[in-house]
């Protein structure tokens, strides 16, 4: 077998990643130094490898072709660099057929978001390939934030309550006994060094997308819902048997809003439903404005094996997929799904939705003002 490649690295403007892509998007996120955090199902398939063995290894040593990891590395690093998105394009000649793949590198925080799409032709062209990319990369990176906010309110209970119980053991031990009081430092330095990982690990993390920039501007409803639903479509719906109705009665309306923000919300919405849904059924996305709010319903029918199934194709990564399952506190919402509840809060609103169990009819809610924002 003989193996050889070509590839160039440019800056990236998501929305002008003019190649053309073949299937589904494979994701692999590294740190700064190139090792690798983890790596979806796709990527997996598209390379015939276990994700699961990659996690912790240096990109150099991965069991991936040469030209594809030396493409990924100039990648990376050109995002990191220039904290802005990259693209580059790879062929890979193996004997008679040729590999081309495209390749999204997105810089997040001290970690790079590599995506990688096979591609039909060199020269073809979808306008809506990056923009999928670059939803599910969102989606993953405000996931991170949430399960980040979870951690770190979900860590402060139990140190507050260790720190209290120290000083009520301090006034009970005996001040001369010297075991006692190395016990009682040994807790209170535990305890600090936990709070200041919180706060210098955790929230200083978080604070790279704890405020979401919005572009407030008048934006037409239906266009909204139309363009959410036709990329949920061809990002999930269409490989997965899986139909998505739009039934609403908006025409003209419009709403205050940031349009692409908005879009990114109902896209996860609808894709994160058809996700969890069996072949040959139906997601029904409804929306209608209720007095002051503009509100967005999606219904669907959970199959826990259509979450769970690592064969099937996906958006979500397994780990937030297989968590969507799990049975949560009262107001918490699946973590997969942490983007439209961010999205929905900047703009004013709230998002909900009912608790997601296998044979469940479950019904996703988001709600936006369409005055006073």
């Given at each position: 077998m003989t193996t050889s490649f070509s590839s160039t690295v440019e800056p990236g403007d998501t929305q002008s990643f003019d190649t053309a892509v073949a299937g589904n998007d494979g994701l692999l996120v590294l740190d700064a130094a190139q090792r690798c955090l983890s790596a979806d199902a796709v990527f997996s398939h598209l390379f015939d490898v276990d994700s699961t063995a990659l996690r912790g290894r240096a990109l150099a040593d991965l069991p991936l072709p040469a030209p594809l990891i030396a493409s990924l590395s100039l990648a990376a690093d050109a995002a990191l660099a220039g904290n802005g998105a990259r693209r580059a394009q790879v062929s890979i000649e193996e004997d008679d057929s040729t590999r081309v793949f495209n390749i999204l590198a997105l810089p997040v925080a001290e970690s790079v978001t590599l995506i990688v799409s096979t591609c039909a032709?060199?020269?073809?062209?979808?306008?809506?390939?990056?923009?999928?990319?670059?939803?599910?990369?969102?989606?993953?990176?405000?996931?991170?934030?949430?399960?980040?906010?979870?951690v770190s309110h979900d860590l402060r209970g139990p140190l507050n309550a260790i720190h209290s119980w120290g000083y009520v053991l301090e006034r009970k031990v005996d001040a001369n006994d010297p075991a006692a009081q190395r016990a009682l430092t040994g807790i209170r330095s535990g305890v600090e060094q936990q709070v200041k990982l919180i706060e210098q690990s955790i929230d200083t993390t978080r604070a790279e997308t704890k405020a979401v920039a919005l572009a407030i501007a008048p934006a037409a409803a239906r266009a909204l819902l139309e363009r959410g639903v036709a990329l949920a479509r061809e990002a999930i719906g269409e490989r997965r048997g899986v139909s998505i109705t739009l039934d609403s009665p908006l025409v003209e309306e419009q709403v205050e809003g940031d349009a692409d923000r908005l879009t990114n919300a109902l896209w996860l919405m609808a894709a994160f439903a058809t996700?969890?849904?069996?072949?040959?059924?139906?997601?029904?996305?409804?929306?209608?404005i209720e007095g002051s709010t503009w509100r967005t319903d999606v219904r669907f029918t959970v199959a826990a094996s259509a979450l769970t199934d690592a064969s099937a194709a996906h958006v979500l990564e397994a780990f937030a997929r297989r968590q969507a399952l799990e049975p949560r506190e009262a107001g918490r919402i699946a973590w997969g799904l942490a983007l439209?509840?961010?999205?929905?809060?900047?703009?004013?609103?709230a998002f909900e939705h009912t608790d997601i169990v296998n044979g469940a009819a479950v019904t996703a809610t988001m709600r936006i003002p369409v005055a006073g924002m």
């Amino acid at each position: 077998m003989t193996t050889s490649f070509s590839s160039t690295v440019e800056p990236g403007d998501t929305q002008s990643f003019d190649t053309a892509v073949a299937g589904n998007d494979g994701l692999l996120v590294l740190d700064a130094a190139q090792r690798c955090l983890s790596a979806d199902a796709v990527f997996s398939h598209l390379f015939d490898v276990d994700s699961t063995a990659l996690r912790g290894r240096a990109l150099a040593d991965l069991p991936l072709p040469a030209p594809l990891i030396a493409s990924l590395s100039l990648a990376a690093d050109a995002a990191l660099a220039g904290n802005g998105a990259r693209r580059a394009q790879v062929s890979i000649e193996e004997d008679d057929s040729t590999r081309v793949f495209n390749i999204l590198a997105l810089p997040v925080a001290e970690s790079v978001t590599l995506i990688v799409s096979t591609c039909a032709n060199a020269t073809g062209a979808s306008d809506n390939a990056a923009r999928i990319a670059h939803l599910r990369a969102e989606a993953a990176l405000f996931m991170r934030d949430h399960v980040l906010s979870v951690v770190s309110h979900d860590l402060r209970g139990p140190l507050n309550a260790i720190h209290s119980w120290g000083y009520v053991l301090e006034r009970k031990v005996d001040a001369n006994d010297p075991a006692a009081q190395r016990a009682l430092t040994g807790i209170r330095s535990g305890v600090e060094q936990q709070v200041k990982l919180i706060e210098q690990s955790i929230d200083t993390t978080r604070a790279e997308t704890k405020a979401v920039a919005l572009a407030i501007a008048p934006a037409a409803a239906r266009a909204l819902l139309e363009r959410g639903v036709a990329l949920a479509r061809e990002a999930i719906g269409e490989r997965r048997g899986v139909s998505i109705t739009l039934d609403s009665p908006l025409v003209e309306e419009q709403v205050e809003g940031d349009a692409d923000r908005l879009t990114n919300a109902l896209w996860l919405m609808a894709a994160f439903a058809t996700e969890a849904s069996a072949r040959d059924t139906t997601v029904q996305v409804s929306s209608n404005i209720e007095g002051s709010t503009w509100r967005t319903d999606v219904r669907f029918t959970v199959a826990a094996s259509a979450l769970t199934d690592a064969s099937a194709a996906h958006v979500l990564e397994a780990f937030a997929r297989r968590q969507a399952l799990e049975p949560r506190e009262a107001g918490r919402i699946a973590w997969g799904l942490a983007l439209c509840k961010r999205i929905s809060e900047a703009h004013g609103g709230a998002f909900e939705h009912t608790d997601i169990v296998n044979g469940a009819a479950v019904t996703a809610t988001m709600r936006i003002p369409v005055a006073g924002m």
